[in-house]
């Protein structure tokens, strides 16, 4: 079945650093990937999407590429905030209605 | 706008008791799921529906029940609850071309 994969964390970062989340996933078709967040106590939120391959998805200074040969949606952002620290959520939705999940990366970002 | 309304937002329940948790969405959404979060585990499709009067199972359904009566509500019943079920429930709904708009979760805890 569809899975996605995620670097495990916490991810401890320093103020202004770089973020990369790495993320891969296995699908039968062509999936749609997203990145959620959740911060404390919260629900999740989109983050950010793309539904083709190539596609960008960008949202808040936070920025992914779908890539079909590699299988991945790699997370980045060039200098992250106190502010960005949360857990961050790689999903698939291979038919419309279903999401499929990574485990989650913590992200901590030391001021 | 609302969004997505659940509730309670935390419950405390003795093993082999049951309850309903409420999932309301304003937003007209034909799509409706429940997940639960585990740590570690990201987030698990517990029944999902495509449209009032239709519900379907997910990944984890056992020991839950769904009805979706309205496009709006879709309530998650727990028939007799059990330590297993302790966990962190987010009902989320979408139309087809978006993604998941997420609830705030209900904590639930199973003694």
């Known amino acids: 079945g569809d899975s996605v994969t995620q670097m495990e964390g916490p991810v401890t970062l320093s103020e202004e650093a770089f973020l990369t989340i790495n993320c891969t996933y296995t699908a039968t078709g062509y999936p749609s990937l997203f990145w959620y967040v959740q911060y404390p106590g919260e629900g999740l939120q989109l983050l950010l999407k793309?539904?083709?391959?190539?596609d960008k998805g960008s949202n808040k200074g936070f920025e992914a590429t779908y890539r079909k040969e590699t299988t991945s949606f790699h997370l980045e952002k060039g200098s992250v905030q106190v502010s960005d620290s949360a857990v961050y959520f790689c999903a698939l939705s291979d038919y419309g209605n279903k999401l499929v999940f990574g485990a989650g990366t913590i992200l901590r970002v030391k001021s | 706008n609302a969004g997505v309304t659940q509730t309670p937002k935390f419950q405390v329940l003795k093993t082999g008791q049951s309850m309903t948790l409420q999932c309301a969405q304003d937003m007209n959404h034909e799509y409706m799921s429940w997940y639960r979060q585990d740590p570690g585990m990201g987030l698990r499709l517990i029944h999902y529906s495509v449209g009032a009067g239709i519900t379907d199972q997910g990944e984890v359904p056992n020991g839950y029940n769904v009805s979706r009566s309205t496009t709006e509500d879709f309530p998650l019943r727990l028939l007799s609850a059990a330590p297993s079920q302790t966990s962190v429930y987010f009902c989320?709904?979408?139309?087809?071309?978006?993604?998941?708009?997420f609830g705030s979760g209900t904590r639930l805890t199973v003694v």
């Open positions: 793309a539904t083709k391959a190539d």
């Open positions: 989320a709904s979408r139309t087809i071309n978006d993604g998941y708009t």
